[in-house]
């Protein structure tokens, strides 16, 4: 197993007002990268399609030492570097040409029977692969705390464009929620220094969901719940730092 390698140039409108790239742009380009490497090995979409599977992310890990700008050129490398009985863990690390890590990440991907929707093992329902047994970082991905007393609390409306081809709300779209439901002054001064994201259940379009959000200095723990149901769709917490 090698590392599977790919390049981005950064363009506009994957760009914020600072000419950052867009925290969405960021999973997105994980995403990306995920299902390309997993295609290339006969693992990834088309295959999960034709055998009623399909890959679901279950948690996140990101350490930020800063986000790439306008008209960079990154080089996103990606891996899995360890299989379980009912998942598999992915690595990323987005570099500079120079070398410079930007951001490592990894992921833990649970793989489900898609009309069931129910976990099943790897090994019986995949082809065999080898897996690279190197972490970008050292990661549990720990069960995050309950928000006790929300401090700020924000409503979306699921839209069309927020669903993917699983027909649920795309896991990059629940950090882009978190990172909103902040004080605005907040989030114009500060950017994401490290994201967790615990995902717990689907949504779909045309529910609302509403994100509470408790600040502790610069550390934002938030829920994501339906308003359809009540159901705890996500838990995350970001580490921010000062622009």
Not at 12 to 36: F, G, H, P, V, W
Not at 71 to 79: G, K
Not at 128 to 133: D, E, V
Request: overall charge negative; charged content about 25%; glycine content about 4%.
């Amino acid at each position: 197993m090698e590392k599977f390698s790919k390049q981005y140039a950064l363009r506009t409108y994957e760009c914020d007002k600072n000419n950052n790239l867009r925290l969405i742009a960021l999973m997105n380009i994980l995403q990306d990268m995920a299902d390309s490497h997993a295609t290339s090995l006969g693992l990834g979409l088309e295959f999960c399609l034709k055998h009623g599977l399909a890959w679901v992310g279950s948690a996140y890990h990101l350490q930020i030492n800063r986000l790439p700008v306008l008209h960079e050129t990154i080089t996103v490398e990606t891996w899995p570097c360890e299989q379980r009985l009912l998942g598999a863990v992915r690595e990323f690390m987005i570099k500079m040409a120079t070398g410079e890590t930007l951001i490592k990440a990894s992921s833990l991907w649970i793989l489900i029977d898609f009309a069931r929707k129910r976990p099943v093992s790897l090994r019986e329902h995949l082809p065999q692969y080898t897996i690279l047994p190197e972490h970008a970082f050292e990661s549990d991905f720990a069960k995050l705390p309950e928000v006790e007393i929300p401090d700020y609390v924000k409503r979306f409306a699921v839209r069309f464009d927020d669903i993917d081809v699983n027909n649920h709300v795309n896991n990059a779209v629940y950090p882009l929620w978190a990172s909103e439901a902040v004080p605005p002054e907040m989030r114009l001064n500060h950017t994401p220094m490290e994201i967790e994201i615990n995902f717990k259940k689907e949504c779909r379009f045309g529910e609302e969901v509403e994100v509470s959000t408790q600040t502790a200095g610069n550390t934002t723990l938030h829920s994501i719940k339906s308003l359809t149901d009540g159901r705890e769709l996500a838990r995350l917490r970001f580490h921010w730092k000062q622009i």
